[in-house]
């Protein structure tokens, strides 16, 4: 028996004991990146009809974080303020600018400016990431 989660995978060989392996990817929890990329606002991590992207902000997820959102010609499509305290340390995009449409297909270059309140000595962290929206 196998189970995924998105902590790992756990196997089960024999169902008669309580004997499982487990299985995860080592990551760096203090790594900046964005999930699932490519990204299908129609299709990936769809709630009440709007998908989503994620990025994670690393392990400290307290404090104010803003989103750029910028095309290939590098103009900004979006531009909004995150309180990480809230959202666990996540921010979300739904694939849509500032007036609220669905951005076009397309690479898209976010710029995460993030402040750790519990580090306030680390200053502001910036952070650029680059996403391919598939709709």
């Known amino acids: 028996l196998w189970v995924g989660t998105p902590d790992g995978m756990a196997r089960l060989l024999n169902p008669n004991e309580n004997a499982w392996d487990i299985y995860q990817v080592e990551t760096d929890q203090n790594e900046v990146f964005a999930y699932p990329n490519p990204f299908s606002p129609s299709g990936d991590n769809v709630v009440n009809g709007d998908g989503y992207i994620r990025f994670s902000t690393g392990q400290n ?59 306030p000595d680390r200053g502001l962290q910036d952070h650029w990431i680059k996403v391919i929206i598939v709709k």
Do not use: Q, T
């Open 61 to 119: 997820p307290v404090g104010r974080a803003k989103m750029s959102v910028y095309n290939f010609a590098m103009e900004k499509v979006l531009s909004r303020w995150y309180d990480r305290n809230i959202d666990g340390g996540e921010l979300k995009w739904d694939g849509k600018d500032n007036s609220g449409y669905l951005v076009a297909n397309g690479v898209y270059f976010v710029n995460l400016e993030v402040f750790n309140y519990l580090y």
